[in-house]
């Protein structure tokens, strides 16, 4: 084992014990200086929530880098999520098309916006739902399709816009795992009808909490600023439904910093990607999912698929991981359309989906791994998959 080590050149497995763990989280930390900068444009002129000057300044910002005309903040990419399908979906026809291997609270998302989840397969390859995963579960009762970009790679956005063109159907992006890529060359962000990102602290741009809408339809960005502000349209008129999804000036200030220091955090990313790949070669059942080859890329997320030549299953794995201080999680588990539900749903059977549910796991990644750290992860999980842990 020593000698096999050796070549490596990483540390002896055995001694690895993360203190503190190690995160899987992107957890981006700007110069606190200009963190300071900022926040003090709203602490002087006392404007604390409601769009004041830095939540304007980020939506600008935002809306410029994604090349789409109208950007609006709020509190959350949850809150963006059920906002964003309310307002899109067609009056009287209350099913939104979702993928079943996604992110875990999106069908909450949808029910609260007054949708029932409709669950459909994915592509094996790409982990994303595609306009021929989506159209055979299109019916009269659909007014939503919700396209999602998997955590790792993107998503047909092209393909799934001239889907919904052709059906008559209004598209909304869940586009959190690809704030930073492009699609066949073009920035996500700029898709119709409209787009949903999260500036949590955990996501590639951290504002603390956050999130936003991208869309060149200004109407629909104007019925946002709205709903996310209790339904206002007037100066104090409540006459319609509204809840409070305001994005506070704190965090736009924390967004703001982060979005000034991106770019150091995308060549960290890269390099952290780049080791993981180098020295998870050659180590039998495990493999590395690959962002979208000639794309723009923010390369948050290092995730592995357990092949069936690992030879430990998942939750050992896990267990293994954690006893050493990584912080590894699954993801893609279990499917959606798997789990019991207080509210309808439509749920049929998705076979390469429940191929599929457990079998990726995230690895420790983000602003406070090093690259060092990262030699160390895969020299464990090469002992571990020889039986040696
Ligand atoms: C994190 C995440 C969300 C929710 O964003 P929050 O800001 O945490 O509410 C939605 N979709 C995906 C794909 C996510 O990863």
Redo the contacts with the bound molecule.
Sequence with gaps: MTALLATTGAPEPAAVQFDPPLSASSLACPSFHRFMHYSRIFYHQQRYTNGGPLVHQLERRLADWHGVRSCVATS??????VLAAQALAIPGRPEVVIPSL??R??AD?MHLAGLVPHFCEVERDSLAATPATISPHLNDRTGLILG??P?VGNCDAPGIVRLGQTAGVPVLF?S??SAFATVDGRRVGSFPDAE?F???A??LLNGF???YVTTDNEQLAQQLREARAFGMWEYDQTNRLGTNAKMNEMHAAMALANLDEVGALLLHNRRIFDTYQQHLEGIAGLRLLQPEAGELDGFKAVVVALEPSWPLPMDVTQQQLHDHGVLSRTYYSPALHTKQYSYPVVAETLPVTESLQDRFSLLPCGSRVTRHQVLQVCALLRTMGAGHV
């Design positions: 959350s990419g949850f809150w963006t999520l996604t992110y609270r999106l998302a999602i970009h955590i869940d959190v795992e949903c999260s500036l949590h955990s996501k909490e956050g999130g």
